[in-house]
């Protein structure tokens, strides 16, 4: 069975140990590089085929979007970028995900490497998790980020981050679609709608 080779360039040591603790409960997963952005992105390892590389946004320097770039282009590599606050648009559409390093809901990240390890990623491409089941009843409720962020004990975040997985699986874009969806689906009921 082939290796799942990843690269994690983060300066924290407690949040690579984290993440690394975390991948090392899945089996042929095998980290390649670790360190900080400019070790990592200058390694010569990254120019052998990696499958996932997992980098700290706010470190990014514009030399450094070239490369990451050029690593997914060539290697279908997935890229997962961590942040503590947002994103810079223009960079947005290279992440394959970006996950809020702040974030304290473990199944977010649960959910994010079941989706990037499973042997079939096309088996469960569509397949919404059972909190993203959860955040999809509250916007078919009619209720805001922060009101379901509030119900259910997460932060905003992970709200955001659970509604562009839910829009991105379904490919539906309005509440109204995902609504109907959640309503044909039987996720939420007919009398629980405002």
């Known amino acids: 069975m082939n290796r799942f080779k ?3 360039a983060e300066s924290s040591f407690v949040i690579r140990e984290g993440i690394k603790s975390l991948l090392n409960s899945y089996p042929n997963v095998e980290l390649v590089e670790e360190g900080n952005t400019c070790e990592v992105l200058s390694s010569h390892k990254l120019d052998n085929s990696i499958d996932l590389l997992i980098i700290n946004i706010p470190q990014l320097k514009e030399k450094d979007i070239k490369k990451i770039k050029w690593i ?5 590599t997935k890229i997962i970028g961590l942040t503590d606050n947002v994103c810079p648009q223009k960079w947005d559409n290279i992440f394959y995900e970006i996950i809020h390093i702040n974030e ?11 989706k990037t390890f499973k042997n079939n990623p096309k088996e469960n491409q569509n397949t919404l998790s059972q909190r993203e089941k959860a955040i999809l009843k509250h916007i078919a409720m009619g209720q805001t980020n922060n009101e379901i962020a509030e119900n259910l004990f997460i932060s905003s975040h992970t709200v955001m981050t659970h509604r ?4 991105r699986k379904l490919a539906i ?8 969806y959640a309503l044909l689906n039987g996720i939420v009921r007919i009398e629980e709608l405002q």
């Open 6 to 8: 990843y690269a994690l």
């Open 164 to 167: 562009k997985n839910i829009t």
């Open 173 to 180: 874009k309005t509440v109204s679609g995902l609504t109907v």
């Open 104 to 114: 304290a809901d473990k199944s977010l990240y649960i959910d994010l490497f079941d």
């Open 72 to 76: 997914s282009g060539n290697h279908k």
